[in-house]
């Protein structure tokens, strides 16, 4: 995972003064690159120590290693996308349209990218497996979240498994209690902390059901919850009505999910689908 993405997922799990080094340097990455150590935290409201602190909370040994990595991925970055002007830095109002949505395709893109090239991929055949052999899956996501959910509920509708996509809290914690070995609960949080979303993994876990969380905190109470944990890598933009990045990263997810179980049962599949689509034609 880069620095980035790993400075930008901490910042939901760590102590104030060090979330507030995360959103800064999250809000311009340039600023470590330009600042000594005492001048980032004067910048932050914190002391050096707590910028030390912070160095070893996201991996690296210390401020000079921190201004490192993050000099090198950043000219990395620049270059794979020089379209976008001001690459890694948040969108602001003095951004043009071409430079605002160009940063957002930008960090889509690597969204996708560094969500497939770090899957577990262990996690995902044994989050196939769970999902091709299960009776009853259960999906559950608040908010963007739950429109991920909602799309991967589609997907295993169309090649016939009993996919069920739970939209309300109250509704997904009473399904999971009535869980069994054949049940898989799957639940999307990009934070890992929602607390309806813990105690509907809680639930399916008591009542014996398999459970799978797609995240995008690895160090989350989600991801210590769930038997298999994906991870979807995003560096959100804070100028966003609902999830963007993070949804790009969690449909990738879905998307690798879906085809591992359609695979299972290629043949299958490609009928499942197609009759579908006839079935539909009509209302087109």
């Known amino acids: 995972m880069s620095i980035q993405t790993t400075i930008a997922s901490a910042a939901e799990t760590l102590p104030p003064s060090l979330a507030r080094i995360a959103r800064t340097i999250t809000d311009d990455p340039s600023i470590v690159v330009d600042s000594t150590i005492t001048e980032i935290a004067a910048t932050c409201a914190t002391s050096v120590a707590s910028v030390v602190r912070f160095c070893r909370a996201v991996g690296v040994g210390g401020y000079a290693a921190l201004r490192m990595a993050l000099a090198t991925e950043l000219g990395r970055e620049s270059a794979q ?10 969108i602001s109002a003095a951004d043009t349209l071409r430079e605002a949505t160009a940063k957002v395709a930008s960090l889509e893109l690597l969204a996708i990218e560094e969500t497939v090239a770090n899957l577990d991929y262990d996690a995902l055949s044994a989050a196939v497996d769970a999902i091709d052999s299960a009776d009853r899956i259960l999906l559950f996501g608040i908010g963007a979240s739950g429109l991920v959910a909602a799309d991967l509920g589609h997907k295993l509708l169309r090649i016939g498994h009993a996919a069920i996509v739970l939209s309300d809290a109250h509704e997904a914690s009473a399904a999971a209690s009535l869980g069994a070995k054949k049940t898989v609960a799957i639940g999307i949080s990009h934070s890992g902390t929602t607390r309806e979303m813990l105690h509907f993994l ?9 459970t799978v969380g797609i995240t995008g905190a690895p160090a989350s109470p989600l991801a210590a919850e769930v038997d298999q944990v994906l991870i979807a890598h995003a560096r959100e933009p804070r100028l966003r009505a609902g999830a963007m990045v993070s949804r790009i990263a969690q449909l990738a997810v879905v998307d690798c999910l879906f085809i591992g179980v359609a695979q299972r049962r290629h ?7 197609q009759r579908t689509s006839d079935a539909t034609a009509p209302l087109r």
Do not use: D, K, V, W
Request: a positive charge.
């Open 202 to 210: 809680r639930t399916a876990r008591a009542a014996a059901a398999a």
């Open 267 to 273: 043949a299958h599949s490609i009928h499942a689908l």
């Open 81 to 90: 996308f020089p379209a976008s002007a001001g690459f890694g830095a948040e």
